[in-house]
């Protein structure tokens, strides 16, 4: 899984390539933390994402919640699968996905 | 045997010492000898000539060479030929000269003037000539130098050696005699016998050596004590007792032994103490740090047995129950999972069944799990609504979820009277249903928000009507989700068909074929995710006495 940020202002994109599952969960995890500050827009990219797990939920759970704080997330680019993924899991209800 | 072989080994190093040294005093040996007899000829050599061009220059000096060749002419003898005669007998006679005479040289041959003639005590052998005697060159060498000189008149002091037969090894020095007109009419010769330096080489050849050789064996001697003491005792010290620390290691002994030698064995030995400590702290503390492993190992294996003793296992669950059949397991990917599963009767005449999923692994999951567990059965009574349960579960585990993980659950329960079964599902997989007669298939219903994901989520329960010899299987994702080595997921296309194989089976039979063919799938690849499974079917309608209904 390779992460690719790009802050433009107080707006961060953060693209995801790969899987985010339990073995690389843990990096994405310390890449927001690590970046959250003054952020009031997080855009997730998913175009690359090509397999998602229960922890990468998580990840994007306590993405959400943060983000719920001290701005709003977007998540854009979702594909068939990953979309499955948050509509069985009820994310959908949670996210702005774009 | 085997202690002889290690001393030799221990004396490899002192004989190694003890070899070269005698190499080099054989070597110093050689080589002193030759530059010693060198020097040794070269001053001997010296001295020769400078004793025998002493007698020749002078005794030329001292003969009027005006007076040879009248001597040479008439072959007649007189007062001052005597007197010369007597001076080179007393010459020869005092000296170590073995020949001392005067000639005028000729193209091939020589003519004899004086020829010393005294004996010395015990000579038999000696050649004298007379006044006119004629004989030819001895050699070569004798003739060039005598022409050098005598028609020449280069001056050369340099020893002519000769060595044959008749005379030995000889050395001749030659001095031209003038006339008063400084022209040499005559020449002087000395010949000595080299016996002396012979002798003199003899005896240096014999003593000389042996003096070296025990100057040499004594240094070597003191060497050795020298190297023994401050070199390879030490050493062997430090090969003991490294040898002793490793059998020593695991005991709490301090090295007792010391060195001071005051150079870098010393330092070695320092630097090898410390090491030696160095690893004794990290041997104790890779003991213990093993023990606590080991400890934790213990009691996650301690946890694990209580996790699996929580879910249900003991099958039949329920042998008085002919309405239905249940069955489940779970294996864990870790020593402690995140899944479970619950099937509990709500009242005598419902039956609840719950499937989920604690995202993450090990023991928080575990933990997790087992609030998780605990809430949803407690809640689930008979006069509450399933989304309601859901809802309080879902408030109750917000409020105890520091580590912010969450569930995926599934909850149905199914009135046995009626075959209605109504269900909640908080983000978890899709339901395999299996109706009468048809296929299993992935029941699309609706998915709320997971559990413990956020606050004030409201859950609603749906509901669908079993008939009997309907089937329900649920699971976890660690089932479509598991990976073959070629990094491909088992998915729900294979579910389905390994389910619809067996559809015909009781619960019990379905999910020992649907694990086979997970694993014959997965291969040698790791398994990563807790797989659970449940399978629930409604064999009749229960019927329940008029007693019951009132």
């Not at chain 1, 990096?27 to 009031?40: A, C, P, Y």
Request: with cysteine.
């Amino acid at each position: 899984m390779t992460i690719e940020k790009n802050l433009n202002g107080t707006e961060l994109t953060v693209a995801i390539v790969g899987r985010l599952d339990t073995a690389t969960a843990p990096d994405m995890e310390e890449v927001l933390k690590e970046s959250f500050e003054g952020i009031t827009k997080l855009i997730l990219d998913f175009e690359g994402l090509e397999y998602l797990s229960s922890a990468g939920l998580r990840v994007i759970l306590q993405a959400q919640k943060i983000m719920n704080k001290q701005g709003e997330m977007i998540i854009k680019n979702v594909n068939k699968t990953i979309n499955e993924i948050f509509e069985v899991t009820g994310f959908v209800d949670i996210l702005t996905i774009e | 045997m085997k202690k002889q072989r290690k001393q030799c080994k221990q004396r490899k190093l002192q004989h190694a010492v003890i070899r070269s040294f005698v190499i080099l005093g054989i070597v110093l040996v050689i080589v002193i000898s030759f530059v010693v007899a060198d020097q040794y000829i070269r001053k001997a050599m010296g001295n020769y000539r400078d004793t025998a061009f002493a007698y020749t220059s002078s005794m030329a000096e001292m003969i009027d060479g005006d007076k040879i060749a009248y001597y040479l002419e008439t072959g007649e003898k007189d007062e001052y030929y005597d007197e010369i005669l007597s001076y080179l007998n007393a010459f020869r006679y005092h000296t170590e000269i073995q020949y001392f005479y005067v000639f005028v040289p000729d193209t091939e041959e020589i003519v004899y003037i004086w020829d010393a003639d005294i004996r010395k005590e015990g000579e038999t052998d000696i050649n004298i000539c007379e006044l006119g005697d004629r004989e030819a060159y001895w050699g070569e060498s004798d003739k060039e130098t005598i022409y050098k000189i005598y028609y020449d008149q280069e001056p050369y002091e340099e020893l002519t050696l000769s060595n044959d037969e008749k005379y030995g090894s000889m050395a001749s020095a030659y001095s031209a005699v003038l006339d008063s007109n400084g022209v040499p009419v005559a020449v002087v010769g000395v010949d000595m016998y080299m016996t002396n330096l012979q002798a003199g080489m003899r005896q240096f050849l014999n003593i000389v050596p042996l003096v070296i050789i025990v100057i040499i064996l004594v240094a070597i001697l003191l060497f050795y004590f020298f190297v023994k003491k401050r070199i390879v005792t030490p050493i062997n010290t430090l090969s003991n007792i490294s040898k002793s620390m490793v059998q020593n290691l695991e005991k709490d002994e301090a090295i007792e032994v010391s060195i001071h030698t005051g150079d870098e064995i010393e330092e070695l030995f320092d630097s090898f103490k410390q090491m030696y400590s160095d690893i004794k702290d990290y041997i104790s503390e890779l003991s213990s740090v093993t023990a606590e492993k080991e400890r934790i190992g213990a009691e996650l294996d301690v946890a694990k047995h209580i996790q699996a003793s929580m879910l249900p296992c003991i099958f039949p669950a329920f042998p008085e129950r002919k309405e239905f059949d249940v069955y489940a397991t779970m294996e864990p990917a870790k020593e402690v999972g995140g899944d479970f599963y619950d099937f509990f009767m709500v009242d005598e005449t419902h039956l609840a069944i719950v499937m989920a999923d604690v995202s993450g692994k090990g023991v928080p999951a575990a933990l997790f799990m087992v609030i998780g567990k605990t809430l949803i059965k407690d809640h689930t009574t008979p006069d509450i609504d399933l989304g309601n349960v859901f809802t309080k579960v879902n408030h109750l585990l917000c409020e105890s979820n520091s580590e912010e993980l969450f569930i995926t659950a599934f909850e149905g329960v199914l009135d046995l009277v009626t075959g209605e079964f109504v269900y909640v599902n908080a983000g978890h997989e899709m339901p395999f249903i299996c109706k009468a007669g048809g296929e299993f298939e992935p029941q699309k219903i609706r998915a709320g928000f997971v559990l413990a994901g956020m606050e004030g989520m409201k859950y609603k329960a749906g509901a669908m009507q079993m008939e009997p010899g309907d089937k329900i299987f649920q699971y976890t994702d660690g089932v479509t989700e598991a990976t073959n080595t070629n990094n491909e997921l088992y998915g729900m296309e294979r579910l389905g068909i390994i389910l619809n194989k067996v559809k015909e089976k009781s619960p019990q039979e379905i999910l020992p074929a649907v694990k086979q063919n997970i694993d014959a799938f997965v291969g040698e690849a790791d398994q990563f995710d807790d797989i659970t499974m449940l399978c629930l079917e409604y064999k009749e309608k229960m019927k329940i006495s008029e007693e019951d209904a009132q």
